[in-house]
């Protein structure tokens, strides 16, 4: 059966050091349906022999892997990004099971235009604190106290079963349905348009004086947070940045009448 909403998902793998976790995990996502490696300034050579040793029937996976310098590149185009973590993090966002953030990542419409990321740190630190706030939402991998770290691969592995399962299930639902499907939802606005938004929106609170230099990282960490979860569409983004356009006007406007 195919499963179209597996297409519109990249797995992102955020400076991997090793060339056998990289092929490892292209090896499970050809198992699991997915087809859309993005590889973050990578630390190993994705083309050598150990990583296509891993990959085996998952070698076209691996050749096709687009390699970016930066995470908002990898993020380019998308609208839903969920990020993994093997730490426990002294910040409001929540640590959700995959289980039940990631059918989050499936597009609710074959017609809509819709990507979405899933993102994985290196296998020594995973994604640092500055790297997480690019995600809407934050998953963990229930394992035991004892040793919760799962290693790179292995997690690419669970979180890619889980999604093909949700797909199959959703795939399942579609074509036997119990009930007539919801109406159409906006989709979000995508991720580098919400970056774009950011930037602007700390300008002006800079200049208002509602954010530091010192502190403004943390707070628009915060602001990114309630963002992320109000998950406004293309259309209320632009609402919010002209808002900001106006503001930034009127900053203007008050200082050269001063």
């Known amino acids: 059966m195919a499963l179209w909403q597996l297409d519109r998902i990249r797995i992102v793998l955020v400076e991997p050091a090793g060339p056998l976790n990289v092929g490892a995990a292209a090896r499970v996502m050809k198992n699991m349906g997915l087809r859309h490696l993005v590889v973050v300034n990578p630390q190993c050579d994705l083309g050598g022999e150990e990583a296509r040793r891993m990959a085996v029937h998952g070698a076209d996976v691996l050749a096709a892997a687009q390699v970016v310098t930066s995470l908002p590149e990898a993020l380019a185009g998308c609208e839903r990004a969920i990020a993994t973590t093997g730490r426990l993090h002294r910040q409001d966002q929540p640590l959700e099971p995959p289980e039940v953030a990631l059918p989050w990542l499936l597009a609710p419409d074959p017609q809509a235009s819709f990507a979405a990321a899933l993102l994985f740190g290196p296998e020594d630190r995973g994604l640092s604190n500055d790297e997480l706030v690019y995600a809407q939402r934050w998953v ?11 290693n790179l691969a292995q997690a690419v592995a669970v979180c890619s079963y889980l999604l093909h399962r949700q797909a199959l299930t959703t795939a399942l639902e579609q074509t036997f349905p119990a009930q007539p499907p919801d109406a159409a939802v906006a989709p979000l606005a995508p991720l580098d348009q919400m970056e774009g938004f950011y930037r602007d929106l700390e300008i002006v609170l800079l200049k208002i004086g509602y954010l530091y230099p010192h502190t403004a990282a943390s707070r628009m ?8 979860r109000a998950g406004p569409n293309s259309k209320e983004l632009a609402m919010l940045r002209g808002i900001l356009r106006q503001v930034n006007w009127a900053i203007d406007r008050g200082s050269r009448q001063d």
């Not at 960490?221 to 963002?227: G, H, I, P, Q």
């Open 140 to 150: 963990r991998i229930p394992a035991s106290d004892s040793y919760p770290s799962l």
């Open 221 to 228: 960490a915060k602001l990114r947070r309630l963002l992320h």
